[in-house]
């Protein structure tokens, strides 16, 4: 898990790609269960109360945003057993699943299987680990008292609609729709829909679990486009308390170790190049991240990195007018000719002036 990909990557992608939503759990027969009727507004603060819930589950990531297949570049670059390419690839591409242990606000724990092999993500408190059995590697991120760093890890259902829910405002109109079932729960569903016509995202579905609050699949839709661009959510669930042991992390004997120390701003204080924070312009749907150019070296492999992340953009980007370029249903991609990153829900026409200014 290559720490200058996962560190501006998902930093950028997230808040841009979790705005839409693809595969659909299956629904029973009962689809849409009898449930109290609640307003858009009571929704949200039951959502807001469901923080410190505790659960385990699998979630299921999908990702359908009109690439060609790409599934074949995760392994084809890069020779280490997780490549940047490969981390590109599931998160543009195709379906993947974790397994989620949830401890409240400050501790979680995600696992995902690969052939004879498992990464881990533990969260607790200010400190997160990553560990790769294959590569029998580790990292070790620790925050300021409060903070948490962010490993750039798929996340939980919850997370992305957090995130969505704290930037609605002021060009979103919220709704509620019918009832449905998810990982055989009674849902609530709450639809977001932007009003900015300037955004690729059509709308956002978030299924809220009755009893709890919690919210349980996230599914994004393109606009203009019937079927979820991007999709987080459970197909089986348990609330209940966890074992605080799954919280807690020792690197096995023999590990390779990386420290990192993050500042108050989410700078990597071990990093040994000077990382900048990204510049963001517009708000809402529209907004657009920017990356500097000395910062994206470490994402494009210009500085001679990774070359499987060089193999990876040279396979989705298309030469425009001031650089390089990718456009899916969703999300937006340009790379200047002079090095920087524009990454948006909004059209390569308005990554390029933006850049232009």
């Known amino acids: 898990?290559?720490?200058?990909?996962?560190?501006?990557?998902?930093?950028?992608?997230?808040?841009?790609?979790?705005?839409?939503?693809?595969?659909?759990?299956?629904?029973?027969a009962d689809a849409t269960p009898a449930l109290p009727e609640k307003s858009p507004q009571q929704l949200l603060e039951f959502i807001a109360g469901s923080a410190d819930a505790q659960y385990s589950g699998t979630v299921d990531q999908t990702s359908n945003l009109g690439l060609p297949d790409l599934s074949s570049l995760g392994s084809s670059y890069g020779s280490g057993s997780r490549s940047a390419a490969s981390t590109a690839v599931e998160l543009l591409s195709g379906t993947n699943s974790a397994r989620v242990f949830?401890?409240?606000?400050?501790?979680?724990?995600?696992?995902?299987?690969?052939?004879?092999?498992?990464?881990?993500?533990?969260?607790?408190?200010?400190?997160?680990?990553?560990?790769?059995?294959?590569?029998?590697?580790?990292?070790?991120?620790?925050?300021?008292?409060?903070?948490?760093?962010?490993?750039?890890?798929?996340?939980?259902?919850?997370?992305?609609?957090?995130?969505?829910i704290d930037s609605i405002e002021p060009?979103?109109?919220v709704t509620v729709t019918e009832t449905a079932r998810v990982a055989g729960r009674a849902v609530y569903q709450l639809v977001l829909t932007p009003t900015d016509d300037a955004t690729l995202v059509g709308s956002v579905i978030l299924s809220v679990d009755s009893e709890t609050g919690l919210p349980l699949d996230v599914r994004v839709f393109a606009a203009g486009h019937n079927d979820a661009a991007f999709s987080v959510g459970f197909s089986s669930i348990a609330f209940g308390a966890q074992d605080a042991g799954l919280f807690s992390f020792t690197p096995p004997a023999g590990a390779t170790v990386e420290e990192h120390q993050i500042g108050d701003h989410g700078e990597d204080?071990?990093?040994?190049?000077?990382?900048?924070?990204?510049?963001?312009?517009?708000?809402?749907?529209?907004?657009?991240?920017?990356?500097?150019?000395?910062?994206?070296?470490?994402?494009?492999?210009?500085?001679?990195g990774d070359p499987s992340v060089t193999g990876l953009l040279d396979q989705v980007l298309v030469p425009v007018n001031g650089g390089r370029a990718l456009e899916t249903s969703l999300v937006s991609v340009l790379?200047?000719?002079?090095?920087?990153?524009?990454?948006?829900?909004?059209?390569?026409?308005?990554?390029q002036a933006a850049a232009a200014k």
């Open 335 to 351: 790379l200047t000719s002079d090095g920087r990153v524009l990454v948006g829900a909004v059209s390569i026409d308005q990554l």
């Open 269 to 304: 204080a071990s990093a040994t190049r000077e990382f900048t924070e990204p510049e963001i312009s517009g708000v809402g749907w529209t907004s657009i991240v920017e990356i500097s150019a000395e910062s994206a070296r470490g994402i494009t492999g210009a500085d001679g």
């Open 171 to 173: 060009s979103t109109r």
């Open 102 to 164: 949830v401890g409240g606000a400050d501790a979680a724990r995600i696992q995902v299987k690969d052939t004879l092999a498992e990464r881990d993500v533990i969260h607790n408190g200010s400190e997160v680990w990553t560990y790769d059995s294959k590569t029998n590697t580790v990292q070790h991120m620790s925050a300021p008292a409060g903070g948490a760093p962010d490993a750039g890890v798929t996340k939980t259902p919850a997370d992305l609609a957090t995130g969505l």
């Open 1 to 28: 898990m290559p720490s200058n990909w996962t560190r501006w990557i998902p930093a950028a992608l997230v808040p841009v790609v979790a705005i839409a939503g693809a595969v659909l759990i299956p629904i029973a």
